[in-house]
C-alpha cells in the first residue's frame, strides 16, 4: 500500500474555504483519490499538505510530474501564487527525534515540498503545528488541479519556470512594488527566444570580430567586446518581447491604456531605467500603479493555449 501526498505554499494572505468538511479528490487515469488537508501558518506563506488514503494501484512518475505541473499552470486562472520548490525552508528536526523515529521500526523520510508517492506506514520527519484557516472556496482549487492534471499540452521547461517566477512575486511585500515589477518581467522574459539577425548583418559583425582579435589590447577587455559583438548577432531582448507579445495576445484589452505592444515596450523600457538608474517612473509608467500583474497572467495563459496547444479537456 502506499499514499500521495503533496506539499505546497500560498501567500498567507489567501486561504482555502472547506464548507463542511468537503472531500478534497483527485481523478486520475490510474483511479481517484480523496485526500484529507492539514494547513499551518508561517510567515510569510501559509502551507498546505494534502494526504490521500491508502490504496494498492501504481501511479507513474509521469502522472506525478502531471500533477507537479498542474499545481503551475493552474495559476494562469487562479489569482493565487503557489510555490513547490524544495529550496523552501521547512522546520528543523532534532536529530533525536529522528533517531526516535526511526526506533519504532518505521520507515523515515524528511519533509518536503511538491508532489510524491511514499509507501505507508512512513513518518515523515516534520514539526507541523496545524492551524486551521480557511477562507475561499477550496472546490474551484479542486475543479482546476484536476482539469490541468489531465490537460493534454505540449511540455514547457520555460513556461514552467515563467510561472515559479510569477508565483514568486506574490510573497513580495505589497510595498516592494519595484522588487514584484521586476520579476513580473522576468517571468516574461524566460518565454522570450531570441532569433538571429539577418545573415548580412552577421557577416558584418563577424569582420569587426576578426578586427578585434587583432588588436594589440589587453584580453580580457577584447574578449568582453567580442563577447558583446557576438551578442548583437541575436535581436534584442525588448525586440523579441515585443514579437511575442504581439503573437499571443490581440488588441482588445489594454493595460494602463496601452495596446499589448507599446505597454510592453514602455514597461521594458521602465525595467532598464529602474535597474540602471533608479528610476520608478516615466511620464507614461509609474512601478506603484503599472498593471503588470494582469499583463503577465494573460500571457502565460495564452502561451499555453498556443505555444504549447493547450486543448480544453
Do not use: W
Not at 510555490?83 to 523515529?101: G, H
Not at 522570450?192 to 539577418?198: D, L, N, Y
Not at 517612473?281 to 493547450?310: H, N, P, S
Amino acid at each position: 500500500m502506499k499514499f500521495l501526498r503533496i506539499k505546497f505554499v500560498i501567500p498567507r494572505g489567501y486561504s482555502f474555504a472547506n464548507e463542511n468538511n468537503y472531500k478534497f479528490t483527485l481523478v486520475l487515469n490510474q483511479g481517484t483519490l480523496p485526500f484529507s488537508i492539514e494547513i499551518s501558518e508561517n510567515d510569510p506563506y501559509r502551507t498546505y499538505v494534502f494526504k490521500s488514503n491508502d490504496f494498492n494501484f501504481d501511479i507513474p512518475e509521469e502522472t506525478i510530474q502531471n500533477i507537479h505541473d498542474a499545481l503551475y499552470l493552474l495559476c494562469v486562472e487562479f489569482d493565487i501564487g503557489i510555490l513547490l520548490t524544495p529550496d523552501l525552508t521547512t522546520s528543523f528536526i532534532p536529530k533525536s527525534a529522528i533517531t526516535e523515529m526511526k526506533g519504532s521500526g518505521s520507515t523515515v523520510v524528511h519533509d518536503f515540498f511538491g508532489v510524491k508517492l511514499i509507501s505507508s506506514g512512513t513518518l515523515i520527519a516534520s514539526i507541523f503545528d496545524v492551524k486551521v484557516s480557511l477562507a475561499s472556496n477550496i472546490k474551484y482549487f479542486e475543479g482546476l488541479l484536476n482539469k490541468y492534471v489531465r490537460l493534454k499540452y505540449k511540455k514547457s521547461d520555460a513556461l514552467i519556470r515563467a510561472l515559479e517566477i510569477y508565483n514568486s512575486s506574490f510573497y513580495i511585500s505589497g510595498k516592494n512594488q519595484s522588487a514584484r515589477f521586476i520579476l513580473l518581467m522576468s517571468s516574461i522574459e524566460t518565454l522570450i527566444v531570441q532569433p538571429k539577425v539577418s545573415k548580412r548583418l552577421q557577416r558584418s559583425l563577424d569582420t569587426y570580430i576578426k578586427r578585434v582579435k587583432r588588436l594589440s589590447i589587453e584580453n580580457e577587455e577584447r574578449e568582453s567586446v567580442i563577447g558583446s559583438l557576438t551578442q548583437l548577432k541575436e535581436i534584442s531582448i525588448s525586440r523579441s518581447g515585443k514579437y511575442l507579445v504581439r503573437h499571443l495576445l490581440d488588441d482588445e484589452k489594454l493595460y494602463n491604456g496601452f495596446l499589448p505592444v507599446t505597454f510592453f515596450n514602455k514597461a521594458y523600457n521602465l525595467r532598464s531605467r529602474f535597474v540602471h538608474y533608479g528610476i520608478t517612473k516615466t511620464k507614461d509608467l509609474d512601478i506603484r500603479t503599472i498593471q503588470m500583474q494582469g499583463f503577465v497572467k494573460d500571457i502565460l495563459k495564452a502561451y499555453l493555449e498556443k505555444d504549447c496547444c493547450y486543448v480544453s479537456p
